[in-house]
């Protein structure tokens, strides 16, 4: 029999806390391959910018930017400048994870919205499927002779037992489907209370803002020292930087319409159905978008093309050499977190596992004091 105390050759506690090293050095490593290609994107996103509008305008009118008042254009190019610094100001490592947290508050609201709709409409659908009081019938039941078959709707395991009367009385029919109707709404209710705390609870571990907080683990560049959560906190950030470029794509667009120079505006909705994907785009220039919207003119259902500016981080890795291989070295840190989390969740299940043999291997206090008397 295996002695309990005897350790295997590599013990999970020991893998775990090595895996927790080498994933603050990487983290470290992380941090400025992330600021560098921040800075790399600083210093492209005005360029990038204004050939996306040079691109978008010859496409659509190329004279239309000419016919302008001289003053409209001038202020149509210092509103651009502005809006582009004040985005290169939040494009810093900082200031993409304080956005990370407020994108997961955002999706917590929307969590509880939603799952207070169900309890709503759960409510109103137990109220509406209660039962209506049934009114007194003014009509008493006939007699009937002794021994005669009584014909019910109810089941008989539902009906309490008969006793025999001169007068007998009509028993009403139990409610019992509606109860246990009713019953089931409740379990659907409590059912959905428990999903969304389960979801609250398991997104606090994994948030990748809460280490923003210097004190965290003494770690000097608040990223996190688990693999799996550095892991979420690279995904978080890309997905960061996207939303502050749909933000700066979407107010180029408002400034193009002030302008006179965009008949139409596309919403934020739409930009963010384009990133994830869902959207069918046709091929045009870096950074702009074509949609083809289907409008039937005349008796031909040809559609038409809808054009605006949407940076995108992939567009801008194409037109940049540099920026491409700050995502190379971004593309290995991933590649390397993968195999340390499959690692950690292998040592997490032998430690586990250890433990629950310990537990099972090691006789317990009562059984102990049985085994004495």
């Known amino acids: ?10 013990d999970p506690s020991e893998q775990l806390a090595r895996l927790q090293r080498l994933c603050r050095l990487r983290a470290v490593a992380l941090y400025r391959e992330q600021a560098l290609y921040l800075q790399v994107l600083r210093e492209l996103l005005e360029g990038a910018t204004r050939q996306a509008l040079f691109n978008l305008l010859g496409e659509v009118d190329p004279s ?31 200031q993409l994870m304080q956005l990370v947290r407020q994108m997961q508050q955002e999706q917590r609201r929307q969590q509880a919205h939603a799952s207070r709709y169900m309890l709503q409409k759960l409510s109103r659908q137990s109220q509406e499927s209660a039962p209506e009081p049934e009114p007194p019938t003014s009509e008493l039941p006939r007699d009937e002779p002794s021994g005669s078959i009584q014909l019910s709707l109810a089941s008989p395991l539902e009906s309490p037992p008969r006793t025999a009367s001169p007068d007998p ?12 109707s009713s019953g089931d709404l409740d379990v659907l209710r409590s059912l959905f209370e428990l999903a969304g705390d389960a979801m609250q609870q398991a997104q606090q571990p994994r948030d990748p803002g809460a280490v923003l907080d210097p004190s965290l683990d003494g770690n000097e560049h ?21 939303r502050r470029l ?31 994907g869902q959207v069918e785009t046709q091929p045009t220039a870096t950074n702009v978008l074509r949609l083809r919207l289907p409008l039937a003119v005349g008796e031909l259902d040809q559609g038409m093309d809808v054009l605006c500016v949407l940076l995108r981080s992939n ?21 390397a977190l993968l195999t340390m989390v499959r690692q950690q969740r292998h040592w997490q299940r032998r430690s586990l596992d250890r433990e629950a043999r310990t537990h099972w291997q090691t006789p317990s206090d009562s059984t102990q004091q049985l085994s004495g008397d």
């Open 64 to 94: 239309r930017f000419g016919r302008l008042p001289e003053s409209t254009r001038q202020n149509f190019h210092a509103a651009v400048t502005d809006l582009i610094d004040r985005c290169s100001v939040l494009l810093t490592v900082e």
């Open 246 to 276: 749909r933000n700066l794509s979407h107010a180029v667009n408002v400034q193009m319409l002030r302008s006179g120079l965009a008949q139409t505006l596309l919403p934020i909705s739409l930009l963010d159905a384009v990133l994830k």
């Open 1 to 10: 029999m295996s002695d309990p105390d005897v350790r295997p050759a590599y």
């Open 169 to 180: 009385v009509k028993e009403p029919v139990p409610e019992a489907a509606d109860n246990k």
């Open 222 to 242: 608040f990223l996190p020292d688990e693999p799996d959560a550095l892991l979420h906190w690279i995904q978080a950030m890309d997905q960061a930087l996207e």
């Open 315 to 335: 567009d801008l890795e194409f037109d940049s050499p540099r920026l491409r291989q700050c995502r190379k070295r971004l593309r290995a840190h991933h590649h």
